[in-house]
């Protein structure tokens, strides 16, 4: 964490923080503690970062610690791919945890036993019907469920049954033990809701111990109960099930008595967050795996070079409310170019080359122009850019024709390359059809570093690169996954941008970051900000845009 975040944590106020304020003040607890619990079946995404920075952040301002806790009750869809995965993103985004992480299925044994004793006192039952009859059973907001015909059994033949469940004696899908509360609740979640189900698959830390595994509402609150969280912080699509946190944590011999809190789960603008769209994105081929830099998991914002603190200053901004609402990804952007700005050194690229030939240059001199790093920060010292006789510019860069408020390079038209000298076009060279292949230019050996002596001057700058000592390079240029501010979930793939990934096989850059090995983002002058991806070589590095200097996604959804 940052100075600036230090201080601006004590600045920050909303619901749950004023709660611990006043738990700690009256002396209800002496310390916070809280948990960030995933399930290990998929790559954290953006949202999930507002959950970490919240639960991770309370425990570095307030006296305590959070722990890491994976639900792993489900192990059809759980691999250790995704735990050294959610590990590495907390660690990324700037957060730690005391120790050891914690798994779910370290409280198998107590679970189970609390379960029998849940049968012991008539509270719990096992269920022989359907997952179809018991969904159908359970009734709908305004009509009451039905009651099982097995609910009555005994409690020895309820034991009796669990017991084979545990040992593997039936098939997946027989039976379920189900809390027995009331089918006539008005909470849905409190009629008799599924605390067991058999499933024989093997479990990545317990192996073939269990063929029954706990529902996430019966592992989720005792395990805050176990761990001594003070304070469970959750989405607001679990508000609706405290009551059973609740009512286990009630009627079982838990070691503490945690509260459940809710907040607003995060939802931006050309975004979709739902882990089913994600995983369809992957399995179809849409995007290129969950590091995809255009998808919103925290795997794909690191390789796409967003800095871990933009997204927590992103998380500070956007607050902890009770109310849903969606949040423009323009703020996430607007976060991102404030903290590159500050931090990425400047370099030099051209995605589109174009060459120039400086006729009255000496053919064999080369000059070596000083380039300041970063405008803002003069400790970051400079560097050496050759310049000889050929350039290159950009395409867009020149216009043989050019309307009138077009100010860069044209024939007749005098500017400035960045750092160097005036250049002027003197003549355009055309291949067979017509396309142009090359500027003829000359340029006034007075003007080195910018300015011209007889003070005359030009109206735009342009960022330039040598042909010989320049290195070739592949720029992919990414954009919003979808092209509507609001995707519909149901149908993802029709509202997909067909804008999302350009690339560029023949960019040049610097010599110098062909050559660095570095996972910091730099801004391309006049381009954006870039970072070096993972399918880099050695003689030739894939760099990724993070983002723009200036929001143009926008205006170029509007002229489609």
């Known amino acids: 964490m940052t100075t600036t975040e230090s201080a601006t944590a004590e600045e920050r106020r ?40 919240l639960n991770f952040g309370i425990a570095q301002e307030f006296p305590g610690h959070c722990n890491l806790r994976f639900d792993d009750t489900n192990p059809a869809k759980e691999e250790q791919e995704y735990i050294d995965s959610i590990q590495s993103d907390v660690r990324w985004l700037g957060y730690d945890w005391a120790g050891e992480p914690f798994y779910a299925s370290d409280y198998f044994d107590r679970l189970y036993e609390w379960a029998e004793g849940l049968i012991q006192r008539g509270l719990a039952y096992v269920d022989d019907q359907s997952q179809q009859d018991i969904r159908v059973n359970r009734g709908t907001l305004t009509e009451p469920g039905k009651n099982s015909p097995f609910r009555d059994r005994s409690v020895e033949e309820n034991l009796d049954l669990f017991r084979r469940m545990k040992a593997g004696e039936f098939p997946n899908g027989a039976r379920v033990l189900r809390a027995k509360i009331d089918m006539a609740a008005g909470n849905i979640n409190l009629r008799d809701p599924v605390l067991y189900r058999i499933l024989h698959a093997h479990h990545p830390r317990t192996g073939a111990k269990w063929s029954i595994y706990p529902s996430y509402d019966y592992a989720h609150g005792q395990s805050d109960a176990i761990e001594g969280i003070t304070h469970s912080i959750c989405t607001l699509e679990f508000e609706d099930h405290r009551p059973l946190y609740d009512w286990f944590i009630e009627k079982l011999p838990v070691p503490s008595k945690p509260h459940q809190y809710e907040f607003a789960r995060l939802n931006l603008t050309y975004t979709v967050l739902s882990k089913r769209v994600l995983t369809q994105l992957v399995r179809d081929g849409h995007v290129a795996g969950w590091d ?28 902890v409310g009770k109310a849903n609402s969606v949040v423009d990804v323009g703020m996430l952007e607007f976060c991102i170019r404030e903290e590159l700005n500050r931090t990425a050194l400047r370099r030099m690229a051209v995605l589109k080359p174009l060459k120039v030939v400086i006729e009255n240059y000496p053919e064999r001199q080369v000059d ?7 405008p803002d920060d003069p400790n970051s010292g400079t560097r050496k850019i050759a310049f000889g006789r050929e350039l290159y510019i950009e395409q867009d860069d020149f216009m043989e024709n050019p309307p009138k408020k077009f100010f860069r390079l044209s024939p007749g038209n005098e500017v400035r390359l960045r750092y160097a000298y005036f250049i002027k076009c003197t003549d355009v060279v055309k291949n067979a059809a017509g396309e142009i292949t ?6 006034d050996p007075a003007t080195k570093g910018g300015n011209a002596p007889d003070g005359r001057k030009v109206k735009a700058t342009m960022h330039w690169l040598p042909v010989a000592q ?32 350009e690339i560029l096989k023949d960019a040049r850059v610097e010599a110098a ?9 730099m801004q391309f002058e006049r381009q954006g900000y870039f970072v070096r991806d993972k399918d880099s070589t050695l003689d030739r590095p894939v760099l990724n845009r993070t983002i723009g200097l200036r929001d143009t996604f926008a205006k170029e959804v509007g002229k489609t």
């Open 292 to 319: 995809d830099p255009r998808m919103p998991t925290i795997a794909g914002l690191k390789r796409r070079g967003v800095p871990p603190a933009a997204v927590r200053e992103f998380v500070r901004l956007i607050g």
């Open 513 to 521: 970051i062909a050559e660095a090995d570095s996972s910091e983002a």
């Open 470 to 501: 320049s290195r070739p390079a592949e720029i992919r240029i990414y954009n919003q996954l979808f092209a509507k501010p609001s995707p519909d979930a149901a149908n993802f793939a029709a509202d997909l941008n067909p804008l999302s990934l």
């Open 438 to 443: 090359e500027l003829r230019c000359t340029y």
């Open 368 to 374: 070596e122009i000083e380039a300041i790093n970063h």
């Open 14 to 53: 909303d619901f749950i923080r004023d709660i611990i304020t006043s738990d700690l003040a009256s002396g209800k607890y002496k310390e916070i503690v809280t948990r960030f619990p995933p399930e290990p079946n998929g790559y954290l995404h953006i949202g999930h970062a507002k959950s970490i920075a």
